[in-house]
């Protein structure tokens, strides 16, 4: 019995199982079984993927958080009704960049996947009884990276929450600046933190969620700089890499490093909230803020 093959022509991998009890007919059982079962990184067990969507995505046996989309992170946040804004932004590709590919295909390629424009969406509407603005980050487009479109639209989200005096919702899920746009997008962090900074002086206030993973120039910037930080279970948080802090500092790191529970541990945190509990958790958040 195989169960992966991989071919040396180039043609794409195959999964055949020929036994009896599949009458051979290998081609007809993918076709009806593909994407139907997930295995889940937390307990490697399989999940039927309708269990897994029907609870939130989360795994129903040890309480994984898999990664959710910007889209899907707003429906689950905001009443029905909400409206998109600030779209339509598409990068420049300022240094019309090229590494094994060339970034405006990657662009493209994002694109098509995730029908954005870039690894973010604004939306407006509310939280509960709460009128919100709602940034979201997708984790899905370049790794969610943050380049110039990311930095403006979040840019446009603090100035909406400011001058409508709305509070702010942040969702994180990024792997850091994007190298593609150099240091247009390490320019983004100063941008978003001088926005943040407004808003701290029109005391509006702001919550950001830090969700699986939250690294690089996005945790130096806006990530933390909530009035309140709060994260998903289990979420990669961090700067720098645990492979390049312990050649640094030529330390062992302890267990959990960079993980939620750790973070909150050691201060960095103020909250872990799980999923289903995460919106009644940030109505009752702007509940106390507003007061
Ligand atoms: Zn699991």
């Known amino acids: ?49 309708a269990d897994l969507d029907a609870n939130l995505r989360v795994c129903p046996k040890c309480q994984h958080h898999f990664k959710i989309g910007a889209r899907e992170r707003i429906d689950l946040l905001l009443e029905p009704g909400y409206e ?11 240094l019309n960049f090229s590494d094994v590919r060339r970034y405006k295909d990657r662009l493209r390629v994002a694109r098509e996947q995730t029908g954005l424009d870039d690894a ?14 709602l940034s979201a980050m997708e ?27 709305k509070p702010l919702i942040v969702v994180a899920a990024s792997g850091g600046a ?7 997008s390490l320019l983004q962090m100063a941008k978003i933190a001088t926005a943040l900074a407004q808003l701290d002086e ?54 959990g490093f960079q993980r939620s529970e750790f973070l909150l541990e050691k201060g960095f945190l103020d909250a872990v909230v799980h999923r289903k509990d995460l919106k009644a958790y940030l109505v009752r958040a702007l509940e106390f803020m507003k007061a």
């Open 139 to 165: 984790y899905a487009f370049i790794g969610g990276s943050m380049g110039a479109v990311v930095g403006e639209t979040i840019t446009r989200a603090i100035d909406r929450a400011r001058e409508s005096r």
């Open 178 to 184: 994007r190298m593609m746009e150099g240091v247009v």
């Open 202 to 255: 029109a005391r509006v206030p702001y919550i950001c969620v830090l969700t699986d993973p939250t690294t690089g120039g996005v945790t130096a910037s806006f990530a933390m700089l909530g009035d309140l930080n709060i994260a998903e279970p289990g979420a990669l948080i961090g700067f720098a890499g645990p492979r390049v802090i312990e050649q640094t500092i030529r330390q062992k790191l302890p267990d």
């Open 84 to 94: 998109v804004v600030d779209t339509g932004l598409r990068s420049t590709d300022p």
């Open 120 to 133: 973010i969406l604004n939306a407006l509407g509310r939280l509960g009884p709460h009128d919100v603005v």
């Open 1 to 49: 019995m195989t169960w992966f093959k991989r071919e040396e022509n180039g043609a794409p991998a195959t999964v055949s199982d020929p036994s009896p009890e599949n009458g051979g007919d290998a081609a007809a059982k993918n076709v009806r079984t593909e994407g139907l079962w997930v295995k889940c990184p937390g307990c490697r067990q399989p999940i039927y993927k």
